[in-house]
């Protein structure tokens, strides 16, 4: 069942509650992101942000409630699936990778199981688009250089192209600046800024360290699985 076609939100939550075993995690929460909209949430370990996250994304189901994610409400497992190859993520930085990867090689992963997969090959429009991401975030120079050559924030950027490689609507991103330096936490965020303004997507970020306002219109505080603080960010 989907929500109204002419619906002003990409994301709806109605009365949702969530658990791993018997311990619960979030608690009848309800939550609206408006079409290009962008959400900052916080709050403290065990709080339900991550969670909440893997329920927006599909990967996990909740004990209660009902969850519309661009127009499909997520009632079954397949739907979940769809719902998963629309979003883009951004995590925090990984490790690097025991093998050699280029740097466009990396981005072009963000089309596995769409486009691609163990028996078919990438097609030249799908690397001319690993290579335009790569533009988008100022890396286009590095598409053929081995990732594991890249500094922490260059990595950082090129999962940012890997995220927004399929054009998502929406993009979830989590503790994304988490291990970057100063310099290049400053650099993701402005680049982030920059092509949601370009871009015009939908971002739902989950920080347990201050961000900068140019990533949120709206702030969310969760605390014991549930809403304690709700505020609009002035611009």
């Given at each position: 069942m989907s929500i109204h076609t002419g619906s002003h939100y990409a994301v709806v939550l109605q009365s949702v509650s969530a658990s791993y075993g018997s311990t619960a995690v979030l608690d009848n929460l309800t939550l609206r992101v408006r079409k290009g909209e962008r959400i900052v949430i916080s709050g403290p370990n065990g709080s339900g942000k991550s969670t909440l996250l893997k329920l927006i994304s599909g990967t996990m189901k909740p004990t209660d409630g009902s969850i519309d994610v661009l127009g499909l409400r997520l009632d079954n497992q397949l739907d979940r699936q769809r719902i998963r190859q629309q979003i883009g993520f951004l995590t925090q930085i990984q490790q690097d990778p025991e093998i050699a990867v280029s740097v466009c090689?990396?981005?072009?992963?963000?089309?596995?199981?769409?486009?691609?997969?163990?028996?078919?090959?990438?097609?030249?429009?799908?690397?001319?688009?690993?290579?335009?991401?790569?533009?988008?975030?100022?890396?286009?120079e590095l598409a053929h250089r081995d990732i594991r050559t890249l500094s922490g924030g260059q990595r950082q950027r090129v999962a940012l192209a890997r995220a927004l490689i399929r054009d998502p609507a929406l993009v979830l991103m989590d503790e994304p600046t988490t291990y970057l330096d100063s310099a290049a936490k400053e650099d993701l965020v402005n680049r982030i800024a920059e092509l949601h303004r370009q871009l015009g997507f939908t971002s739902i970020i989950v920080s347990h360290e201050p961000l900068s306002s140019l990533l949120s219109d709206r702030r969310i505080h969760l605390e014991s699985g549930a809403v304690k603080e709700c505020r609009e960010v002035q611009p």
């Open positions: 090689e990396s981005v072009l992963l963000g089309l596995w199981g769409t486009r691609f997969s163990w028996g078919k090959r990438p097609a030249k429009a799908d690397r001319d688009k690993a290579i335009d991401r790569l533009e988008l975030v100022g890396l286009g």
